[in-house]
């Protein structure tokens, strides 16, 4: 099954890029309960577990499959009884008896019953095919929760860590004013940027706050959970797109287009079919006076219905019509999935090329200037514009690091729903052997 696998970092970067990140960690979770760590693959698994789109993705299919039983089902005999006063009036004994009994079947010879199973057999495919479709877009939508609430929880790491190391700088300006190594001005300057990161934290305090009631929400989570999710890390190699071109007529989506335009097909034979209605077959047993006493008659009888005035020229049009709908649904389908796919595909290659790149030429870069700029101030060696303009860098690059990771994780989800294809196998995992409701 596609997978996104993550790319495996050398340990220096690994440190340098989440080291300062991790080292905050400590603080938020002393402050809040314990909880275990939700990866994007437990969350699904439990979003389908509760989800009212699982149930009523698997209510149709229930739905299909009692339309398959009754497809096959013969037409039920049907028995007819009389009774009347003849007899008793012709012999002169009166009363009233039963003078005829009918057991009549219906014979569906037409091949009509087939076809019927042929409909509802490619209905429940395709009632299959589009649950398997509601999987993978739900597996999406958890996936677009989840990656909002690491890029949140990550942006509020590292606004508590501008926070914190504001703090030190204010440490080490007051102890150069005491020591008559800075001005006012300078001082001033520190006050700004201790603020600003005050104002920063609050801000991406409230964007967590919003993005973690979302994701509760969609959970069904209480208030009082507070998960704690995996750290971000880059998205792993991206699948060549020639593979994902070659399994794309699997697309669940594509399955239950294609399946529906079977049911089509088998519809208009099932109207060719039901042109000659049912021959009726019947057995009937009469009482009557013969020979002036009463005698029985057993006979048997055959009705044919013939299509004089509506031979279903109507219906008939209306299903190949029909069929030449659905084929053009399914060719448009294709074109579509097609031209996404190979757009999702360059956008998430651009994603991953972007943030490595980024990585390599922005941010380690900025992070070492940001280092050595904090050590030159500490000794007296640069002015206070210069930390400031490090810093400013240093936390700016670090957080357009995140959001490109975010953005590729998303992509990585856009590109597995335009393909077709699940992330979590073992909670997607469907049989052929449905649940179904009583019957």
């Not at 971000?232 to 529906?260: C, M, N, T, W, Y």
């Not at 595909?345 to 030429?361: D, F, I, N």
């Amino acid at each position: 099954m596609f997978n996104i696998f993550y790319l495996k970092c050398r340990k220096s970067n690994w440190a340098m890029v989440f080291g300062g990140m991790l080292s905050c960690v400590p603080i938020l979770v002393l402050a809040q309960p314990q909880q275990a760590i939700w990866t994007l693959e437990s969350s699904i698994r439990h979003v389908v577990d509760i989800a009212p789109e699982i149930r009523g993705a698997q209510a149709l299919v229930n739905a299909h499959q009692g339309a398959m039983k009754q497809a096959g089902a013969w037409p039920n005999p049907e028995i007819e009884l009389r009774a009347d006063d003849k007899m008793g009036k012709d012999d002169g004994s009166g009363g009233t008896d039963l003078t005829q009994f009918t057991l009549s079947q219906a014979l569906p010879l037409s091949g009509r019953l087939g076809h019927q199973r042929a409909v509802a057999g490619a209905g429940l495919s395709a009632a299959r095919a589009e649950r398997q479709y509601q999987y993978i877009h739900l597996e999406t939508q958890v996936a677009r929760r989840y990656h909002a609430l690491q890029l949140a929880t990550d942006r509020r790491r590292l606004a508590e860590q501008r926070l914190q190391l504001a703090d030190e700088l204010q440490g080490i300006g007051r102890r150069r004013e005491q020591a008559g190594e800075l001005s006012k001005l300078e001082r001033l300057r520190l006050e700004l940027i201790r603020e600003s990161a005050q104002q920063i934290f609050n801000k991406k305090d409230g964007e967590y706050n919003e993005a973690l009631s979302q994701f509760r929400t969609y959970l069904s989570l209480t208030s009082e959970t507070i998960p704690q999710l995996m750290p971000f890390k880059p998205v792993g190699p991206v699948p060549e797109l020639s593979q994902l071109q070659a399994d794309l007529p699997e697309h669940p989506i594509l399955l239950a287009a294609k399946h529906r335009l079977d049911a089509a097909r088998s519809g208009v034979d099932l109207v060719r079919a039901e042109r000659l209605p049912d021959s009726t077959l019947s057995l009937f047993r009469e009482r009557d006076i013969l020979n002036e006493r009463r005698q029985s008659v057993t006979g048997i009888g055959i009705a044919i219905s013939i299509p004089l005035w509506d031979r279903k020229a109507g219906r008939l049009s209306e299903s190949r019509a029909q069929v030449v709908q659905l084929q053009a649904e399914l060719q448009k389908l294709q074109r579509d999935l097609g031209s996404q796919l190979q757009r999702r595909h360059l956008h998430l290659t651009l994603l991953v090329r972007q943030g490595e790149h980024y990585l390599a030429r922005v941010f380690e870069p900025a992070q070492k200037v940001f280092d050595l700029t904090r050590k030159a101030y500490a000794s007296g060696e640069v002015e206070i514009l210069s930390l400031i303009d490090a810093n400013n860098t240093y936390f700016d690059a670090r957080e357009r690091y995140l959001e490109l990771l975010q953005e590729a994780w998303l992509g990585a989800a856009e590109l597995r729903l335009a393909a077709g294809r699940t992330l979590v196998t073992t909670a997607l995992m469907i049989t052929e052997r449905d649940t179904t409701t009583n019957e």
